[in-house]
């Protein structure tokens, strides 16, 4: 895993935190959070070692931040149970990822990049979006409810899809969303066609390494267990 690019964010008076109004909340600290709410997504409770990789940062260093964040009240840091956010750092991260995924609807509905190109764009203009500009923007794009990976809007949404890693063979299926935005794996999974939308039908998997054989829309591929993680799909409706 990779750091994001850092962020700058205005919060509206009424939404902010106690950290934030005691103006903490730099760009450094909101890479953190919102990259112990992408870990949060994947295993639960963090451990200060997927921290430090994620950030791309020494595991001293991830300890230093972590406890400054619990001192914030933004995470509670439990020695051997590992990291998870609070209420307020859950707050922020909700706030940070809306943003950066109006950004990319922005990026690709109306200035045209390519899907695979947006999420590092993202990163950097959401630095300049106030929540208030955001809901500008949601509106001007009709409010669209997920992101061009097929992520929600807002995160709090639960769109009821699985990992495609999770589904069983002989079922036939729907891609949903994308959780993997770097540009090398979205340009892999543009050549199998296993885009939102597309639709994919689990043929058999290998007894030992884990490999799924499938059909995308009648295509046949082969695909390993770590491509088929970051593909969340669900029934057709």
């Known amino acids: 895993m990779r750091s994001r690019t850092g962020i700058q964010l205005r919060v509206p008076e009424v939404c902010r935190p106690s950290a934030m109004r005691e103006g903490q909340v730099n760009e450094t600290v909101q890479e953190y959070i919102e990259g112990i709410y992408r870990l949060q997504q ?17 595991p001293a260093s991830a300890s230093i931040m972590l406890k400054r964040l619990a001192e914030m009240g933004l995470v509670e840091h439990t020695p051997y149970r590992g990291i998870i956010l609070t209420v307020e750092g859950e707050s922020l991260a909700h706030q940070l990822l809306r943003i950066h995924r109006l950004t990319e609807r922005l990026l690709t509905d109306i200035i045209g990049l390519p ?10 203009l959401e630095h300049y979006i106030a929540p ?9 794009l009709g ?26 063979a ?10 993997d935005e770097r540009r090398a794996f979205l340009e892999y999974i543009e050549e199998l066609q296993l885009v939102p939308g597309a639709q994919v039908e689990v043929v058999c998997r290998t007894p ?25 799909v669900k029934e057709p409706a």
Request: aromatic share 8%; hydrophobic share 35%.
């Open 42 to 58: 994947e295993v639960g409770r963090v451990a200060t070692n997927e921290v430090a990789q994620y950030m791309n940062v020494s």
């Open 208 to 232: 030992f390494d884990g490999l799924i054989q499938i059909n995308v829309d009648g295509t046949p591929h082969t695909i390993g267990p770590e491509v088929a993680r970051y593909v969340w």
């Open 143 to 168: 409010h669209p409810t997920t992101c061009p990976h097929g992520n929600p809007i807002d995160p709090t949404v639960n769109d009821g899809s699985w990992r495609l890693s999770d589904a069983e």
């Open 170 to 179: 002989g079922t036939d299926l729907l891609v949903i969303k994308i959780t």
């Open 132 to 140: 208030e500009i955001a809901d500008k923007i949601a509106e001007a």
């Open 115 to 124: 899907w695979n190109d947006v999420h590092d764009f993202a990163c950097k």
